[in-house]
């Protein structure tokens, strides 16, 4: 009877050792457990917080471009206009076009990169994903922004090109004189000038009609050329009858049967637009 109570004490206490052995197991395995969730916990706020700061500063950059006047990216930007600044207004804008454009892709590879990081380490929050989505959203409007400034550049360069020419053609009309040379028979028969005035046809002076055929001028446009060279024997066998004033040009011989019309002072020759020179 005794040895049976010895036993069964015995195999209690063999019970009450095995139950404290898996119970203190369990209670390490749940310690560990926890230490790790813990770290587990802790780093994922870290990467929390890491991609909530990386994402202000995306914001930030976004903010930073402006279609402005103000550099881009702050002094980074500033120190390469400094660097390099095209001559014209629009080179200037096509640069800071351009430059705008760079940082916009810098900024989505910035956005692509901290997607794929957060995908990667598993974090999957809705406020998240909602923040990476407003500043793609962010890169759009500015891509929107720029491409609407790139079309008005681009209208008004071809408005600017347009009225360069205008004005070119205007101050080539400005500066073009018509000229017709000739003897008095020629002249007249070619009604570019008509005798007028005297006595019984006797003392008629020659004067240019105002009014004659366009065909027979020549243009010369004073800009680009003052001189007309007039085949005639000597400076005395030529004669301007139209009315330039008589300072804005010289008459002189160039050689043998040629004489030379140079203009020095091209504003006043121009103002009366058709010149008629008389050979003798």
């Given at each position: ?24 197991s369990?209670?390490k395995?749940?310690?560990a457990d ?23 500063t995306i ?15 702050g ?22 076009i ?13 956005i692509?990169?901290?997607?794929a ?9 809705e ?22 400034l790139t079309?008005?550049v ?7 090109t347009g009225?360069?020419?205008?004005v070119?053609?205007?101050q ?12 008095k ?8 000038v ?7 046809g ?8 105002g009014h004659?055929d366009?065909?027979?001028f ?18 005395d066998?030529?004669?301007v009858?139209?009315?330039q004033?008589?300072s804005s040009?010289?008459l002189q ?8 019309l140079?203009i020095?002072?091209?504003?006043e ?12």
């Amino acid at each position: 009877m005794r040895r049976m109570s010895v036993v069964a004490l015995a195999l209690i206490s063999l019970v009450l050792i095995g139950s404290t052995i898996f119970f203190y197991s369990k209670y390490k395995k749940s310690q560990a457990d926890y230490t790790q969730l813990q770290t587990e916990d802790e780093s994922t706020r870290l990467r929390y917080g890491n991609a909530i700061a990386e994402i202000a500063t995306i914001q930030d950059s976004l903010n930073a471009i402006v279609l402005g006047d103000e550099p881009v990216e702050g002094a980074a930007a500033r120190s390469q206009a400094e660097v390099e600044v095209p001559g014209t207004v629009h080179d200037q804008v096509l640069t800071r076009i351009a430059t705008l454009r760079g940082a916009i892709e810098r900024t989505k590879e910035r956005i692509t990169e901290l997607d794929a990081r957060l995908k990667k380490s598993g974090i999957k929050i809705e406020g998240m994903n909602k923040m990476i989505a407003g500043l793609r959203r962010s890169v759009t409007e500015k891509e929107e922004q720029i491409a609407m400034l790139t079309t008005q550049v681009d209208t008004l360069q071809t408005q600017v090109t347009g009225l360069t020419v205008a004005v070119e053609d205007r101050q080539t009309e400005l500066a073009t004189v018509f000229y017709a040379m000739g003897s008095k028979k020629e002249l007249v028969r070619s009604g570019v000038v008509e005798a007028k005035g005297g006595v019984l046809g006797i003392g008629k002076t020659l004067r240019p009609t105002g009014h004659p055929d366009q065909s027979v001028f020549t243009p010369l446009d004073t800009d680009e050329q003052t001189v007309i060279q007039i085949p005639a024997e000597k400076v005395d066998k030529v004669q301007v009858l139209s009315a330039q004033p008589v300072s804005s040009y010289v008459l002189q011989p160039v050689g043998t049967n040629m004489v030379e019309l140079r203009i020095v002072d091209a504003k006043e020759f121009r103002k009366i637009k058709q010149v008629v020179i008389l050979t003798t």
